[in-house]
């Protein structure tokens, strides 16, 4: 009974822009949209950085880099599934420094990463999740979703 009550957690996810304005994507194998990276990200309070590990084996390094907006995204429950809420840290590739502390062998991934043009991310039409996605990008770089975490909702 207790677990009908549990909230569901929410899965952090890395977008990186770069500056091209190409947001980095990846796709499960099998799958046909596209989302933000999966990571773990660990903020450095009372700063605004943080250290960010992608977690795939693909990518060896942490990262430290400023995460002034974190996007909040809860979506609504389609036909009685569960979607999953996530956390996306929003981060410019130009400003990430790489700290390495511990090395990994093996990269062995079962994931596609591609990093497509923010525009195209915009578009009705390019599966993406979520939605939302472009748009916030887009008020991230032209500064007018401010600092500090925004809440998205389809």
Do not use: Q
């Not at 994931?111 to 996605?133: G, I, K, M, N, Q």
Request: with cysteine.
């Amino acid at each position: 009974m207790r677990s009908a009550f549990r909230r569901k957690s929410s899965r952090t996810v890395l977008a990186v822009v770069d500056h091209h304005e190409r947001v980095l994507l990846c796709r499960f194998r099998g799958e046909s949209c596209w989302r933000p990276v999966a990571s773990r990200v660990i903020r450095i309070r009372p700063s605004r950085f943080s250290v960010i590990h992608v977690l795939d084996p693909l990518f060896s390094h942490w990262f430290l880099a400023r995460t002034p907006v974190v996007g909040r995204f809860n979506p609504l429950p389609e036909g009685g599934g569960l979607d999953e809420s996530m956390r996306i840290f929003v981060v410019r590739r130009s400003r990430m420094r790489t700290i390495s502390l511990r090395g990994r062998s093996h990269p062995v991934t079962d994931s596609s990463y591609v990093w497509h043009p923010l525009p195209d991310v915009e578009d009705a039409d390019f599966d993406v999740v979520p939605r939302e996605l472009g748009p916030f990008l887009r008020g991230y770089l032209e500064g007018w979703i401010p600092d500090g975490v925004i809440t998205l909702v389809e």
